[in-house]
């Protein structure tokens, strides 16, 4: 959560004389974004949030997700709009960085959802899936189990520095993991990352989604089971199955799930905790005590994982048939 | 520039019902202000400025700093508003701080002012000297002549580590500015901080002033000395008279200078650089490296003071009486 570049009035003034979006009010670096600088700005037209791309960001993927976000909001889908220049282009430049003009989306994300917040969640995220399958671009994901073990070969040695057994906890998951990850489930373009801060509430009801930095091609019950570890554990890593139940409900009334992906979830659920265990332990091992952004604790997805190993069936989750 | 205290939804929403702007809409953690923690935050009644009071600034003087805004607005000089709440209160609690909401000034500040903009910014210090007299709180200027000894004497063992020689240049200065610094000038309210980043423009016209929270009581002349430190010096620290002649011009259209205030004006200039050579040179040697605030240069202050030291009269600053 940092502004990492600063942009100075007179070159952000002609940044935006190239948008149709009226003159500039006001600019304010806000603390929001781990891997990019992101300004709320002002115009005689509205509120806007001004992104810099950090170095961070693969360039090369940036028209992948401006083009998803156009192609998602124009579908319907609450989330932010990256507004094109006077010459139709999506992607600026900016203090030497490649920059986009978005639209603002009012709303704030919620610290304690609820079970009725999870059942949004559940909807938006269907709805995302359906308006998806007629976006024509792709992107790999490359936090994927191909991924899981190159990442992991980056830091085994120190993991038990974060907790004693934490590489062979891992090493036993992706000996399981990897021969029976489920293949050929229905496919299409995920958010890949719908935690709590990346959907926006006015009161109960969704005000849209944001973050698309993760969004890729891949099995889109895999981005139920994201949801899942995101939204259903409470503070001491139980599984609230009250929300389970609300959020696969909220999504089966735009998206019905297939026999193949009710019997998918539990291995899903699994890599989804080990995907964000693998990036917090890298994160919390390779991140300069100095920095700006601190990183999140990779234990939490630990405990989540010990669940999703206790788990039977779908069921565990809350879903009805 | 830092968020130091994270504020939740709940007490936010909680929070904003207590004043009369409506419901809130959404709210984020901005990269200014170096005491404080601020949030924009927009209500279905507009934009405010959220402010948390962090324990930097003496909690004492808030209702000296909140109702100054207050008077200057009602006396038509444009900066921010502190909201009063359902009860009438200016100072609320937020997140365990002191909080105050504050209406959101349009504007930006100008990283390379001209001549024009020092004009208005003379303007804008004639007026806020003017409405201050009718304003009934006083406060003492904590970093006047009186606190400049005590503030060097916890760091002038360390100052040559700085700038070799520093520490006797301040010493010889004191020795200067203490016998001789001006006595009985016109006294009022100051500002005291009117740096470019306190100042918001749209184009050529001032907006508004921002960062009352070193404002106090001293003599008027003294607040247009720190003005021409901040505002007519360029970067290689030439002073350019055209932005002084500007600047000593727009105060003068509001407020003609009295000739003890004439008489006076080389000795405040350096009172005043030196005032910001100590408060910049004991942060530097005390900001810890980790520190999300960077200290400024203190360098910058002591090649002003060697200018000052040069001047002869107000002459040499662009007056013309």
């Known amino acids: 959560m940092a502004v990492y570049t600063e942009v100075n009035d007179d070159d952000l003034t002609r940044f935006i004389a190239g948008y149709g979006v009226g003159e500039l009010l006001s600019y304010k670096g806000i603390a929001e974004g781990v891997e990019n600088t992101n300004y709320v700005v002002h115009t005689t037209g509205g509120p806007f949030i001004l992104t810099l791309y950090e170095k961070r960001v693969e360039h090369g993927d940036l028209p992948f997700f401006l083009g998803l976000m156009e192609h998602l909001a124009a579908a319907g889908v609450s989330c932010p709009l990256p507004v094109r220049d006077q010459s139709g282009q999506i992607l600026g430049r900016l203090s030497g960085r490649a920059a986009a003009l978005i639209t603002f989306l009012e709303g704030f994300w919620v610290r304690r959802p609820t079970a009725e917040h999870c059942a949004e969640v559940g909807r938006a995220l269907a709805a995302l899936h359906i ?19 190159p990442l992991f070969d980056r830091f085994k040695r120190e993991a038990d520095g974060i907790a004693p057994g934490l590489a062979a906890s891992i090493e036993r998951e992706l000996a399981v993991l990897e021969p029976s990850w489920p293949k050929n489930l229905p496919a299409g373009i995920i ?52 929300k389970g139940r609300a959020l696969l409900r909220g999504y089966q009334e735009h998206r019905k799930l297939e026999p193949a992906e009710i019997a998918a ?22 991140t300069p005590k100095e920095a700006l952004v601190k990183p999140h604790d990779p234990i939490a997805f630990l405990r989540r994982l010990r669940f999703h190993q206790s788990v039977r069936s779908i069921g565990d989750y809350g879903y009805e048939s």
Chains 1, 2 share one sequence.
């Open 191 to 242: 958010h890949a990352d719908l935690f709590p801060d990346n959907v926006f509430f006015l009161g109960s009801r969704l005000s849209g989604l944001i973050d698309f930095y993760f969004a890729c091609n891949d099995a889109l019950a895999y981005d139920i089971a994201v949801c899942m570890n995101a939204w259903c554990f409470e503070q001491d890593f139980a599984f609230n199955i009250t």
């Open 265 to 286: 979830m539990p291995m899903l659920a699994r890599g989804a905790a080990l995907r964000f265990l693998l990036t917090r332990a890298h994160d919390w091992l390779n």
């Open 131 to 149: 308006a998806g399958q007629s976006f024509g671009m792709t992107r790999t994901n490359a936090l994927g189990p191909d991924g899981w073990r």
